[in-house]
């Protein structure tokens, strides 16, 4: 099973993104996705997150700036992010929450999963 983020680049302070993770692999079931970034010198913090159930989570600094929502196709997860700043650029890692998934023909649940990362990069 695999986390795959994509969508990340160079935008210009005010611009938008769209990020998108997927969730590849024999998946069972995953609780919620999310977002968390580390920006360079800083701690990993978390961004935004999805429940199965439909609740949205953000944090302060992206309120009203970003949304999380579920994609078409199964477990994925898109960021659209508006009105970026410099204090945005971070490499941003998708999540995911107690995924239950198939591993050599065996069930394995695990606390969370992580993806490589994308870079975000907003020039001022």
């Known amino acids: 099973v695999q986390l795959q983020a994509s969508g990340g680049g160079l935008v210009q302070a005010g611009g938008s993104l769209k990020l998108s993770c997927t969730a590849a692999?024999?998946?069972?079931?995953?609780?919620?996705m999310g977002w968390y970034r580390q920006a360079p010198g800083k701690e990993r913090e978390f961004v935004a997150a999805l429940t199965n159930a439909g609740s949205t989570n953000y944090a302060d600094s992206v309120k009203g700036r970003f949304t999380i929502s579920r994609g078409n196709a199964k477990n994925t997860v898109h960021l659209q992010m508006n009105s970026l700043r410099s204090d945005d650029t971070a490499v941003y890692y998708c999540?995911?929450?107690?995924?239950?998934?198939?591993?050599?023909?065996?069930?394995?649940?695990?606390?969370?999963?992580w993806g490589r990362g994308t870079l975000v990069t907003v020039s001022s």
């Open positions: 999540n995911a929450d107690r995924p239950v998934y198939e591993e050599n023909d065996n069930p394995v649940a695990v606390r969370e999963l």
């Open positions: 692999g024999k998946i069972f079931r995953i609780d919620g």
